[in-house]
């Protein structure tokens, strides 16, 4: 079965900061490169988006809507409702992100 991947605007917002980031601090052609392959990462989820890993933050307040997978550093939450896979957040993994996906994912 295939399904719809939707990215929502605060994760594209994620996209872009980190694009921005590693063009200004590396450069534009690693952080398209980049991009390319979180992209790559994101589309995979039309097959099978129920391999990812229920996030481990998430478990301990017994949530289990939301999985992740990774292109590392980075870390794409997202949810599935139906056939539809909605991405919430893309996160560099080596940050503490426990806060936002509270703030995020929760509304808290």
Not at 13 to 29: C, G, H, K, T
Not at 43 to 55: H, K, V, Y
Request: net charge neutral; glycine share 4%.
């Amino acid at each position: 079965m295939k399904y719809e991947v939707r990215i929502d605007n605060i994760a594209s917002l994620d996209l872009y900061a980190i694009y921005r980031y590693v063009a200004i601090n590396d450069s534009p052609e690693k952080a398209e490169h980049l991009l390319d392959n979180i992209q790559k990462a994101i589309t995979s989820l039309e097959t099978m988006p129920a391999r990812g890993n229920l996030p481990p933050e998430l478990q301990r307040w017994g949530i289990s809507d939301f999985r992740e997978i990774f292109f590392k550093p980075y870390r794409i939450f997202y949810e599935m409702r139906g056939k539809t896979v909605f991405i919430h957040a893309v996160l560099d993994g080596r940050r503490n992100c426990e806060d936002l996906l509270q703030q995020r994912l929760l509304g808290a």
